[in-house]
């Protein structure tokens, strides 16, 4: 089938080619006007004429008029200006830009609607003013209602008397600022695109412009604006003109067809044989229609990559014939990634949101930094920003290989900021990041190191067969001969890194030319939030060869264009037709009282698109996200329900409809873990056999068996497995913060600065009181920081969480001093001692090594006797099973190795059955201290001692046989590594992913 643009060349005439040069054809995009190009040199390829005048309507504006659309950015600086000029300074809401910034945006629509709409602005918002209206109509019309509570959500009124006050007041002068805004821009010969289409109207009357002498063939163009309306009425009674139109029966002859709403009425209006119409029934001719539903935005993108591979396999079309239209834009970039090996190349035109690229990630981060930086002898950043920009993949494309290692570096360093001499030190090799590493005074310097940033950054893509491009050939494209970011020709083309660089350093520019005068009273701060809000409203345009490869599009760019076999993402409500947004302060009853466009005009005109594109196409695939709100929001498009009718109501045979769903939604019923089983090979036992010898022969370099090794294997033969013997690592603490972990460690290495001087004296309570020294403690703990890179100097360094943490340490520790003060005749003899170690025979030939650090051993001394206490600090609650007094000696043992709730009673016995091997006469007993009852002072294990029906030296010896058993069931070819049954253990696993275990 014929597409609409191989219609209009057929209306060429072979023999008159000579008068293409009096022509000139406008279409509603560049790709159109591309296309025209093409297929019009492929019409006539042995003729030489002179070509038409081919042009998007973006070019016809500005040549009509001589003049370029300025860039959204500088007409808000402009308008602000102008706005500041007519309103009283002590009485503005507005008094800041980025509080102005919103009502802006909005007015600036407004102004560019009531031109293109020839509305009388003066009339307009002098009813938009009257406060009786607005009394009246605020009640019963809600776009009113909502026009003024968008106001109160931009100017942060509270009271409804105040925010009608502001409202009308602003309103008040809305009207002088349109005309002073429109008269400034003049001046300054800057324009915005409905400024521009009234004066183009003029020269049209006027008879006086560019094109007086040519014929103009508007071409597929739908919902005109009032000025153009009035333009295509002069043109064609004056016979200047054509106008070419694309339609269809099933929606231009149907009036309840919303698709119809204006071609309709452009049928009825102009009957002149100058308005051509190309009309099709699309319901008559053969298709393949797919409707897939898929669950969530991605999924629909690895769908549409497999259908497209297999469309692209089973047909024989041109695959320039093929395009992907998204309708969500936030899906080109996972589209791209995610194409089929049997795409060769892709065409891409399309805005992308540069708020969603890594480049916007990166420059927020770069913005970070620099507020963030401080010292003046010693600069330093924030970790966490230094860490974000390291971690962008933009950087990390720079450092490569050593982005592993740098990382690994980062992830080590866990104090809250990194001295530049240190980042320095690891960026030798790249110059492009180490300029970065600076402290400015100034806004302004900031800026420039930005700028100069992203034109290092954009060099550093360049393709690498043009690689022979030397930098300095590289800044001739970026910038003018001062310095300034240029506007590139529209064949220049990048990679997709350098399109987002260029258009950062382009809108960079334009912002910086607008502020540089307010340099002196703007922060970085607020120049970052100031760049970072204008972000949303920037697209990155990409381009490419319209001729070649699979076509990839945005939904409006598909305007004029045919396509054998499409592919529609997104086909949901919100998306198709796009969500019904105010987005205005014109309310509903205004904008039809001034014949405006309200959203029924913007539902036709993706009804008209949409209907459009699918009236040549042959195999269509329709895609949808099957996910909706609570209120239903983000169903599918009305559109699929009302072609599924068309094509019943036509009984087409020729029509084939398919719908599936893709649901890859988890099972609502818990699924039963299958358990898993490592057996020990002769792999596993090879990496069990490097830890045991013969007695005295135990290797220099052996790697002892700790308490925390057996209690995880105690807890979950599975978990030890992957720790001890596969050697899965866990991934490195990156955080800042102060962990359980650090808590510990810093109350242990505190305690025992404090306590060393004191060791083998039976202590007083003065003795202790004396070390509850508030410069002492914290001049220790200080010292345990650093240990952990948490801090630097001092405390001083830690921020928000950490400082709180570290005042909840200290008064941990003047607690334990207090009730130790209180403990009579005290004596230390060990703090934090590694020297325990002990060659276990486990079955009268091999040994394993045993070995702990004692937090603390201590004695004292009652009326019962003397006592040497094995102490082990625990930052948790100490429950009362680990404390009770067994009545049976062999069963407890059994819950001390076979319950996890035992866990603090076997690594008490364990530091006290390593001393008692060193020292086999002395009066032991295994005690805990628990950090959050400092209260209790040292729980004894068991309770009531003097109770026993067994010595301590029985009970040890009970626990030296199970520690036997507990190794020969290791070593046991019989006895696989099995996960455990209580989940309970599972919490804080590392590991518990890979069992499937999720809390």
Same mark, same amino acid.
């Given at each position: ?760 004296? /039976? #202590?007083?309570?003065?003795? $202790?009181? !004396? &070390?509850?020294? %508030?410069?002492? +403690? ?6 345990? @920081? ?16 950490? /400082? #709180?943490?570290?005042?909840? $340490?200290? !008064? &941990?520790?003047? %607690?334990?001093? +207090? ?6 005749? @005290? ?173």
């Amino acid at each position: 089938m014929k597409s609409f643009i191989q219609k209009i060349i057929e209306e060429i005439p072979a023999d008159n080619l000579e008068s293409l040069r009096q022509c000139c054809y406008v279409f509603p995009t560049r790709r159109g006007a591309l296309m025209f190009d093409k297929l019009l040199a492929k019409r006539f390829p042995d003729e030489t004429f002179w070509a038409p005048s081919i042009m998007s309507i973006e070019n016809f504006v500005e040549f009509m008029t001589r003049r370029k659309v300025t860039d959204n950015l500088t007409l808000l600086f402009e308008l602000y200006d102008v706005y500041l000029q007519l309103e009283d300074v002590e009485q503005n809401p507005f008094d800041t830009f980025d509080k102005f910034m919103p009502w802006g945006e909005i007015l600036l629509k407004d102004f560019d609607e009531i031109d293109k709409y020839l509305v009388d602005a003066k009339d307009l918002y002098e009813n938009i003013y009257d406060i009786r209206e607005v009394e009246a109509v605020i009640g019963v019309d809600e776009e009113v209602g909502k026009a003024v509570e968008q106001f109160r959500s931009v100017v942060s009124v509270e009271e409804k008397t105040d925010l009608l006050k502001n409202f009308l007041r602003i309103w008040e002068i809305v009207g002088d600022v349109y005309t002073a805004f429109k008269q400034q821009l003049k001046e300054k010969k800057l324009a915005y695109e409905g400024m521009l289409y009234r004066e183009i109207l003029e020269k049209i009357k006027s008879g006086k412009h560019p094109l007086s002498k040519t014929q103009i063939y508007f071409c597929g163009f739908n919902a005109l604006s009032n000025a153009e309306e009035v333009i295509y009425d002069h043109l064609l009674k004056k016979e200047m003109a054509w106008v070419y139109w694309d339609a269809d029966v099933l929606y231009l002859n149907n009036k309840w067809f919303e698709a119809g709403m204006f071609v309709r009425y452009y049928k009825e209006k102009w009957t002149t044989e100058r308005s051509k119409w190309f009309i099709g029934n699309m319901m008559q001719t053969p298709k393949n229609i797919n409707i897939v539903g898929t669950v969530q935005q991605m999924a629909q993108v690895k769908v549409a990559s497999g259908l497209l591979k297999k469309t692209l396999d089973e047909t024989e079309s041109d695959i320039a014939q093929t395009a992907v239209v998204l309708a969500d834009e936030n899906l080109l970039l996972p589209m791209l990634y995610a194409l089929p090996n049997n795409v060769p190349e892709a065409n891409v035109t399309m805005g992308y949101p540069l708020k969603n690229t890594p480049l916007a990630t990166l420059v927020n981060s770069l913005f970070d930094l620099h507020i963030n930086v401080s010292g003046k002898n010693k600069i330093y950043f924030k970790t966490a920003d230094v860490t974000a920009f390291f971690n962008n993949s933009y950087v990390q494309s720079i450092l490569k290989e050593k982005g592993v290692v740098f990382s690994k570096w980062m992830l080590q360093h866990r104090r809250n900021y990194v001295f530049i001499e240190d980042i320095l030190e690891r960026l030798e090799d790249f110059p492009i990041l180490k300029k970065v590493f600076v402290k400015n005074e100034k806004p302004s310097e900031f800026l420039t190191l930005l700028r100069n940033f992203l034109k290092d950054l954009f060099i550093f893509f360049v393709p690498t067969e043009e690689e022979s491009l030397i930098p300095l050939q590289m800044q001739s494209i970026l910038t003018d001969e001062f310095g300034n970011i240029i506007e590139m020709e529209n064949d220049m083309t990048f990679t997709i890194e350098q399109d987002f660089i260029y258009q950062f350093l382009f809108h960079l520019r334009v912002f910086v030319e607008n502020i540089k005068s307010n340099f002196g009273r703007l922060s970085l701060t607020l120049i970052k939030k100031m760049f970072i809000s204008i972000l949303p409203n920037i697209s990155a345009s990409f381009s490419g060869k319209t001729n070649k490869g699979l076509q990839m599009m945005g939904f409006l760019e598909t305007r004029t264009l045919d396509f054998e076999n499409l592919f529609i993402l997104s086909v949901n409500e919100g998306k198709l037709p796009t969500k019904r947004k105010l987005n205005s302060y014109i309310p509903y009853s205004l904008r039809k009282a001034f014949k405006m466009p309200t959203f029924e005009e913007q539902d036709a005109i993706y009804a008209y698109h949409f209907y459009r594109l699918l009236q040549t196409a042959k195999n269509v695939t329709l895609i949808y996200d099957l996910e909706t709100d609570t209120k239903g929001a983000g169903e599918r498009s009305r559109f699929i329900p009302q072609l599924l009718n068309s094509v019943k109501y036509t009984r087409n045979p020729n029509i084939t409809i398919k719908e599936k769903t893709y649901s890859t939604l988890p099972p609502q019923s818990k699924q039963v873990r299958e358990p898993i089983n490592v057996s020990k090979t002769d792999t596993v036992l090879e990496r069990l056999q490097e830890r045991i010898y013969t007695k005295g022969n135990r290797p220099q370099t052996y790697k002892y068996f700790s308490p925390t090794a057996l209690s995880t294997y105690i807890n979950c033969p599975l978990e030890f497995y992957f720790k001890y013997v596969a050697s899965l690592k866990e991934t490195v603490d990156e955080s800042t913060t102060i962990e359980a972990t650090d808590l510990g460690n810093i109350v242990h290495q505190t305690l025992e600065s404090l306590y060393k001087p004191l060791k083998n004296k /039976v #202590l007083q309570k003065e003795d $202790i009181t !004396q &070390l509850n020294d %508030d410069t002492k +403690i914290v001049g220790f703990m200080n010292d345990a @920081l650093k240990q952990a890179h948490l801090i630097h100097e001092d405390h001083n360094e830690l921020e928000g969480k950490n /400082v #709180l943490t570290f005042q909840t $340490i200290r !008064q &941990l520790i003047e %607690d334990v001093l +207090i009730t130790d003060s209180k403990t009579k005749r @005290l004596k230390l003899h060990e703090l934090e001692t590694t020297s325990q170690v002990f060659d276990l025979n486990f079955d009268g030939e091999n040994c394993v090594g045993l070995s702990g650090t004692i937090d603390r051993v201590d004695e004292v001394e009652n009326l019962e006797g003397r006592t040497i206490r094995i102490v082990d600090y625990k930052t948790g609650n100490v429950k009362d099973k680990n404390l009770k007094l067994p009545k049976n000696l062999e069963e407890y043992m059994d819950q001390v190795f076979g319950e996890s709730e035992y866990r603090y009673t076997f690594q008490a016995f364990y530091y006290t059955f390593l001393y008692w091997k060193a020292h086999p006469n002395l009066p032991l007993q295994a005690g805990i201290y628990s950090l959050k009852e400092t209260y209790k002072g040292v729980q004894l294990i068991p309770g009531d001692a003097e109770k026993m029906t067994f010595s301590i030296g029985q009970l040890l010896t009970a626990f030296e046989e199970k520690l036997k058993g507990l190794f020969q069931e290791l070593l046991d070819t019989n006895m696989d590594f099995q996960q455990t049954e209580n989940e309970d253990n599972c919490k804080y696993c590392v590991y518990r992913e890979i069992c499937g275990v999720d809390f």
